[in-house]
């Protein structure tokens, strides 16, 4: 059962215009979200988070919003940028006493300049 | 400070060896985790500890060992590879409360032939 799904395989943009990335979830425990970003022979970084009990959070040019409703939650990239050309993954995680974070498959964004 | 550090980088095993990928933290983190990435499964998590000598099993446990004796190194063990092992691993260090965030190693590219 994937608790956090990536529907898009990969996203292609023009540099300067929005991406925009999607994540679904089916686990309504999850108590956060979290995004990361992941360059070819590096690990993942962090990039942005948002509690379940907020629906937007905004880091400089990046925005997640959640809709719990719909169990969706998205990231924009504005203005989008060739240096924010990776794999971004989305997890979700639980405040209790665990550290478990469960993923999603990634989405590969490439931006042209 | 360097964060996760992951050892080896590279290993080509055959079917049936054992080995044991390194993982050591110095940010003393209580969470560790080891994640596999593999092409569209995106990352899996293998096992999970939340203390030195507490461990519990993820999404994909099966032919993996754990143990957690220090808060510094959680050590992954296969005991008899098999062709299906063959992935990226990622070991990670995570933080605990409601910022949480996960810091990632370089990874481990296992080839099981």
């Known amino acids: 059962d994937q608790q956090v799904k990536q529907n898009s395989p990969s996203l292609s943009v023009q540099e300067g215009r929005i991406s925009i990335l999607n994540c679904d979830y089916t686990n309504s425990m999850f108590d956060y979200f979290l995004w990361y970003k992941k360059y070819p022979a590096e690990g993942p970084t962090f990039l942005i988070s948002?509690?379940?009990?907020?629906d937007k959070n905004e880091d400089g040019r990046f925005t997640v919003f959640l809709n719990k409703s719909a169990k969706h939650l998205s990231l924009h990239i504005v203005p989008s940028q060739p240096g924010d050309s990776a794999v971004y993954f989305c997890a979700g995680g639980f405040s209790g006493n665990t550290g478990k974070l469960i993923f999603g498959q990634g989405t590969t964004l490439q931006v042209k300049p | 400070n360097a964060g996760v550090t992951q050892t080896p980088k590279f290993q080509v095993l055959k079917t049936g060896q054992s080995m044991t990928l390194q993982c050591a933290q110095d940010?003393?983190?209580?969470?560790m985790s080891w994640y596999r990435q593999d092409p569209g499964m995106g990352l899996r998590l293998i096992h999970y500890?939340?203390?030195?000598?507490?461990?519990d099993q993820g999404e994909v446990p099966n032919g993996y060992n754990v143990s957690r004796s220090t808060t510094e190194d959680f050590p992954l063990r296969l005991l008899s590879a098999a062709p299906s092992q063959t992935s990226v691993y990622f070991c990670a260090s995570i933080t605990r409360g409601l910022g949480t965030e996960a810091f990632f190693g370089q990874g481990t590219r296992l080839t099981v032939v």
């Open positions: 948002i509690s379940s009990i907020k």
């Open positions: 500890s939340v203390g030195a000598g507490i461990t």
């Open positions: 940010m003393n983190h209580e969470y």
